[in-house]
């Protein structure tokens, strides 16, 4: 719809419309004075006789103007009015929407990160003035030509909530329900961790493509706000790693005390989360991993088996043939410590292992998946002890390396715990059958272990 002739100053040239917000039409214009384009937000000719909605239509874009200094808020230029209409002049930002970006699907992490973070320092400016912007998504998070994020719409929102509380127009909708905290959900008042609420659920829907409570009606997707637990990221979006589920299970904690104290709080975790799954990816081997198993494999003997099989019997050869050597030098010597075998101590926390076990170094990550291998083959033998020493020799190089399509690392932590609970050292046994159940969830395999403890069959 164009506006009427005189409804804007004359400086402002050309108006035409190019969007709608909850109170009113944006318009772009030239600015004759200064020779730029502008945005322009003019207030509904149904809010305009509203002489106390007017004013505050100005006075909350005046505070919103304190802001406009920041790098990622939006510049205010000008407040008016014009024949009873109040607008808003600002900053025209033509690189259109994070709501355009993310009609696509997901986003690449160091995109959704970057301007995750710059939302967060728009926000937490904002707050440390007193400013709560009660309606941050996509739609107001908007693209200068140099591509950086800017929040516009600051203060507005605040407005629309008292306006519309006391009417019933047909179709109006309090605020966004797809990012609304619960408690603005509830009716209560928004607070700036009622921003970073919404702000985790942008972050949310740039890494899975969808917002986590997502719903075929509003009225639905507010009540799962309120009632719903946070569903899994990763398990919306292959290969987000677990950590990832963390941080969003507190940026949407039902209670605000329990969200983070900041944006940039917020923006951190999720970076860090995302950072080990990429640092863990950067250790894996250039080859493909060896064929994936749903669960540490029963006792049959896999086509792998033959060859393992035979090295596990050369290399049992001669380890005699050296505990031979070593024994006869025994026999000669009634001082010197015996030396067959490593020298295992419990404790605790932890089992530690000496001897030329414990100084052969890091293995590599190609090396690790081997030794699991090896370490299931041995428990479908039966050799508990020589299970639990081969497998101990890849932990370190498996950790924090799960993935849904690289689980040796919850493999390596049922092999160690069922080689344990086969000798009878329980304590230590459960705290790595918890490990794997952590990982990947409830199996069959890793409740037989436990029972081995709770039973002592």
């Excluded at 939302?119 to 998504?137: C, P, T």
């Excluded at 909708?173 to 961790?193: H, K, N, S």
């Excluded at 983070?260 to 081997?285: C, I, K, N, Q, W």
């Amino acid at each position: 719809m164009a506006l009427m002739a005189g409804a804007l100053p004359d400086r402002y040239a050309d108006p035409r419309p190019i969007g709608r917000g909850g109170m009113g039409q944006i318009f772009l214009a030239e600015d004759r004075e200064l020779g730029r384009k502008v945005a322009i937000k003019v207030l509904d000719d149904r809010f305009a006789g509203d002489d106390q909605l007017r004013e505050r239509f100005k006075r909350e874009a005046l505070a919103a103007a304190r802001l406009s200094g920041h790098p990622h808020v939006v510049t205010i230029f000008d407040v008016g009015d014009s024949q009873g209409r109040p607008f808003i002049v600002m900053e025209y930002l033509p690189g259109g929407t994070l709501g355009d970006r993310t009609r696509q699907g997901p986003v690449e992490s160091a995109d959704a990160l970057s301007w995750l973070g710059q939302a967060a320092e728009a926000l937490d400016a904002a707050h440390e003035l007193g400013i709560v912007h009660r309606d941050v998504k996509p739609p107001n998070l908007l693209f200068d030509a140099r591509d950086e994020l800017v929040v516009a719409d600051f203060g507005i929102a605040r407005i629309a909530d008292d306006t519309f509380t006391g009417m019933t127009a047909a179709g109006t909708v309090l605020g966004t329900a797809g990012y609304l905290a619960p408690e603005q959900a509830l009716g209560q008042p928004a607070t700036p961790a009622s921003d970073r609420y919404a702000l985790g659920v942008v972050g949310y829907e740039l890494l899975t493509g969808g917002r986590p409570f997502e719903r075929q009606s509003e009225t639905a997707e507010a009540a799962a706000h309120i009632h719903e637990p946070v569903p899994p990221a990763s398990e919306r979006q292959l290969g987000l790693p677990r950590g990832v589920d963390r941080v969003f299970e507190r940026a949407l904690a039902k209670d605000p005390r329990e969200r983070y104290s900041s944006g940039a709080e917020f923006v951190s975790a999720l970076g860090s989360a995302l950072e080990a799954r990429e640092a863990s990816t950067r250790l894996r081997p250039a080859a493909p991993p060896p064929p994936l198993r749903r669960g540490p494999p029963a006792p049959g003997r896999p086509p792998w088996a033959i060859p393992l099989l035979l090295a596990a019997l050369a290399a049992a050869l001669v380890a005699g043939l050296v505990a031979a050597v070593l024994t006869s030098q025994d026999d000669n010597s009634t001082t010197a410590p015996p030396t067959q075998g490593p020298v295992t101590v419990t404790t605790e926390e932890t089992v530690v292992t000496t001897t030329a076990e414990a100084s052969s170094g890091q293995v590599s990550l190609d090396e690790a998946v081997q030794l699991t291998d090896e370490a299931t083959q041995l428990l479908g033998e039966e050799r508990w002890e020589d299970a639990l020493r081969t497998q101990r020799r890849a932990l370190n190089a498996l950790e924090d390396t799960y993935a849904d399509d690289f689980r040796y690392e919850a493999y390596a932590a049922y092999n160690m715990g069922k080689a344990l609970a086969e000798l009878g050292r329980c304590q230590q046994a459960l705290r790595y059958l918890d490990r794997s159940e952590e990982l990947q969830g409830q199996r069959d395999e890793i409740d037989e272990a436990r029972a081995k403890c709770e039973t002592g069959d």
